[in-house]
Structures are given as C-alpha cells and as structure tokens.
C-alpha cells in the first residue's frame, strides 16, 4: 500500500452475508428461504436475455464486473464451475444457497438478524435487531437433507 492511499474494506457494503439481504423483499430483518428462491430465480430470469436457461461468458463478465464495482472484495463470481459453456441456474445460485445453509444455524429455513449478524452483515434500513453477537455460523454437517427446493443438490 502506496503512503496516503486508503486499505481496501475487507467488510464493504456489510460482509459476505450482505448479498443475501438483497433478498428481504419485505424489509423485516429476516431473509427466508421462500425470500431467496423467489429473489435469486428473478435475478436469474433478469439475466438471462437469450431466455435459454444458460448464461454465457460474457454475460457472466457483466454480472461479475457489476458484482464487483457493487460489492468490491465480497463479490462473488458466477462461474461454469462445470465448464460446460452454460451457467445454469443451479450454478448461478450455489453460492448464495451454500451461504444460507452455512448461517442458517438452527435450521429453520431463515436468517434473522442475529444469524446474519454473525456473518458481518446487519439489517437494512434498521430492521429489527435481536441480542447477542458470536462467531460465524456452523456448517451444516449432514448432507442428506435433500436440495433446497429448486436449488442445487447437495453435496
């Protein structure tokens, strides 16, 4: 780092769980699950203007050239993780559904402002705000609680 400059915010816009607030469409401080299948099948819908069910390279450069002037170092790439020349959407939404699972700490299918807290995100617009602040979350440790509906299998 040059003398006079800035550090880069490693938390900007809120953490890595912040580009799962996106999808509180009713502003309460809670993302439900309901809340990011609607919202991430909608982002996919935007996206995909070919209406193919694939995006291609350069739209994946858009979204990510767009996710990053957004959320700087937090954003998180589309990728054909399978390198198929098609990201699909069980591709497009991978992270955003293993980032619910990991903070979904009690399993019930939301993340209230507590859990989201314990990622380094907050909720928008003063939402509610519950006590008690802790650590990150804890992975899932079972795999055989089948996919998320419409969402990726597990792994």
Not at 5 to 19: Q, S, V
Not at 107 to 116: A, I, N, Q, V, Y
Request: some cysteine; overall charge negative.
């Amino acid at each position: 780092m040059r003398s006079g400059e800035k550090p880069r915010d490693e938390n900007y816009h809120g953490g890595n769980a912040a580009m799962l607030l996106k999808y509180d469409v009713n502003h309460d401080g809670t993302v439900t699950r309901n809340e990011l299948i609607a919202g991430l099948k909608a982002d996919f819908a935007t996206h995909d203007t070919h209406h193919n069910g694939c995006l291609d390279a350069e739209q994946a450069a858009q979204i990510n050239q767009a996710r990053v002037e957004a959320d700087q170092s937090t954003a998180t790439p589309v990728m054909d993780w399978n390198q198929d020349g098609c990201i699909d959407y069980t591709e497009f939404s991978a992270a955003p559904y293993s980032l619910f699972d990991q903070l979904d700490a009690d399993h019930d299918g939301k993340l209230t402002p507590k859990e989201l807290r314990r990622a380094g995100a907050g909720p928008r617009n003063g939402g509610p705000q519950e006590q008690g602040e802790g650590p990150l979350g804890r992975r899932r440790d079972t795999g055989d609680e089948g996919p998320l509906p419409d969402g990726p299998p597990p792994q």
